[in-house]
């Protein structure tokens, strides 16, 4: 199989491609503009996950959206791990590849959760360097995602979206943004959502995250397991206005639906995209 060219990514909505779904994508592919896909779920020596990724990106630009380098940890990058992803970039040219402003390994053990950083001057010195470092190794830009957290560091003076703004000014990175997390923070610390999305520099902003929540008490838990809530969507129909219309990824990794009401949730914020560019005509 010829591999393909590189695919840009349009101002459109996309899904998570999960292997739950493999057999029905490919014998019936969904009208959908692109696919997301965790790069960590293809680093095995061949087999049936690899060919049939090869078999999708013949039909769909794709995203990569990582787990596993754990940017702000203070144990070394795992240049292993950063190889083993720029293989499989230099292979199937994804128009994407993201990771999360997130630490999950100490001592080189790994937590199953992606755990927040305190926004500090040297915390930021950090991660830039590290993001730095993952740049040069795989010759391209990367995508970085605000987390949520159920948790604030006593020291940790700089607002998240000023953190993420001057990384961004620093190493020339992008941003994945997603809504449903600058919610869930929102409801669960008691803060503005547009007083982040307002430090956000717009130019950076190259794709943009939608999920479900679910509601513990008090407490918002960023669950991926269920629709996106109407708060989200009102909140998405926003940045899209204020941004401007960019690639929109449905995530859903637990308690996974049929297929046909990923797709719908897909074309739901297809609607919203397309209002933003009916009022800028």
């Given at each position: 199989m010829s591999r393909p060219?590189?695919?840009?990514?349009?101002?459109?909505?996309?899904?998570?491609?999960?292997?739950?779904?493999?057999?029905?994508?490919?014998?019936?592919?969904?009208p959908v503009a692109w696919m997301e896909t965790h790069p960590e779920n293809y680093f095995g020596q061949g087999g049936a996950p690899l060919r049939i990724l090869e078999r999708i990106r013949t039909q769909y630009p794709l995203s990569f959206h990582g787990v596993g380098l754990s940017l702000g940890s203070t144990d070394p990058l795992d240049h292993a791990h950063l190889h083993k992803l720029k293989a499989l970039i230099d292979r199937f040219e994804p128009a994407f590849v993201s990771e999360h402003l997130s630490w999950c390994s100490v001592g080189g053990r790994f937590f199953n959760d992606l755990l927040p950083l305190p926004y500090t001057e040297e915390?930021?010195?950090?991660?830039?360097?590290?993001?730095?470092?993952?740049?040069?190794?795989l010759k391209r830009s990367l995508l970085v995602e605000n987390i949520t957290r159920y948790l604030t560091w006593r020291e940790s003076p700089l607002p998240e979206g000023v953190f993420m703004a001057e990384m961004?000014?620093?190493?020339?990175?992008?941003?994945?943004?997603d809504l449903n997390n600058?919610?869930?923070?929102?409801?669960?610390?008691?803060?503005?959502p547009l007083v982040f999305l307002d430090?956000?520099?717009?130019?950076?902003?190259?794709e943009i995250h939608l999920a479900g929540f679910e509601r513990f008490g008090r407490w918002l838990i960023d669950t991926h397991g269920r629709t996106v809530y109407p708060e989200v969507w009102s909140l998405y129909a926003w940045a899209i206005h204020h941004f401007?219309?960019?690639?929109t990824l449905i995530e859903w990794d637990t308690n996974l639906p049929a297929l046909p009401l990923l797709v719908a949730q897909a074309a739901q914020a297809d609607a919203v995209l397309g209002g933003c560019h009916a009022d800028a005509v």
């Open positions: 060219h590189p695919a840009p990514i349009p101002a459109q909505a996309g899904i998570g491609l999960r292997s739950h779904h493999f057999r029905e994508i490919l014998d019936s592919p969904p915390s930021l010195d950090h991660v830039c360097a590290r993001i730095d470092e993952v740049q040069t190794v961004v000014k620093r190493t020339g990175c992008g941003i994945a943004l600058v919610y869930v923070n929102a409801v669960n610390f008691g803060l503005d430090a956000i520099p717009a130019e950076a902003v190259q401007g219309p960019r690639p």
